[in-house]
């Protein structure tokens, strides 16, 4: 059971409902989908941050590490 937001009145409601049961507005068949699709576009990016600091930092941390 997935639960997401209305973008209405900000109501939980879950990825099988039809209706929001606090406004009453329908909801897209899609609206279950919109919260994974935003996690999973932050989560590339957060891989992208890491790997760009992987090569972008120095090999050897041990002269950092001797002073």
């Given at each position: 059971?997935?639960k ?15 209706r ?10 899609s609206?279950?989908k ?5 996690f ?11 790997v ?5 930092l120095?090999?050897?941390?041990s002269s950092?590490?001797d002073?």
């Amino acid at each position: 059971m997935h639960k997401c937001i209305c973008k209405h009145c900000s109501h939980r409601v879950v990825a099988e409902d039809i209706r929001c049961a606090g406004c009453g507005i329908p909801l897209p068949p899609s609206h279950a989908k919109s919260s994974h699709k935003k996690f999973v576009i932050f989560f590339i990016g957060i891989v992208i941050f890491c790997v760009f600091m992987i090569i972008w930092l120095p090999p050897s941390w041990s002269s950092f590490l001797d002073k």
